[in-house]
């Protein structure tokens, strides 16, 4: 069973940093990506960030230039370093493994519970 627990969230003034980890049961790069979402209070869940296991990256839109994705697979931890934090940035941040078994077999997505993000003005 897979486990994937977050950590590091917590209340931020704007334009201040976080750094997330996201520690998994397994090797992180046995999974086809690691992920990192976000979801604030009343809207959809947002692909923020996402990393995989060639250690390809690619940031959100919205987050681009403030946040990065990285990888230690010694400590199977996925982190998410967000720098100059806004208060739109506020959600829970989740984060996700999904695993292919080949390119014939559905998509297996494992979940956190989450850690929240709040970003004062």
């Known amino acids: 069973q897979v486990q994937l627990v977050e950590s590091g969230g917590g209340l931020v003034q704007a334009g201040g940093s976080l750094r997330l980890s996201c520690a998994a049961s397994g090797s992180i790069f046995s999974f086809n990506a690691m992920c990192w979402y976000r979801q604030a209070p009343g809207k959809k869940r947002e692909l923020v960030a996402n990393?995989?296991?060639?250690?390809?990256?690619d940031i959100g839109h919205s987050v681009k230039g403030r946040f990065t994705i990285s990888g230690d697979n010694a400590k199977s931890t996925v982190y998410l370093q967000m720098n100059s934090l806004k208060p739109e940035d506020t959600a829970v941040y989740y984060c996700?493994?999904?695993?292919?078994?080949?390119?014939?077999?559905?998509?297996?997505?494992?979940w956190g519970k989450g850690t929240l993000v709040t970003v004062s003005s």
């Open positions: 990393i995989n296991k060639g250690g390809s990256t």
């Open positions: 996700n493994a999904r695993y292919q078994y080949s390119d014939y077999d559905p998509w297996l997505d494992y």
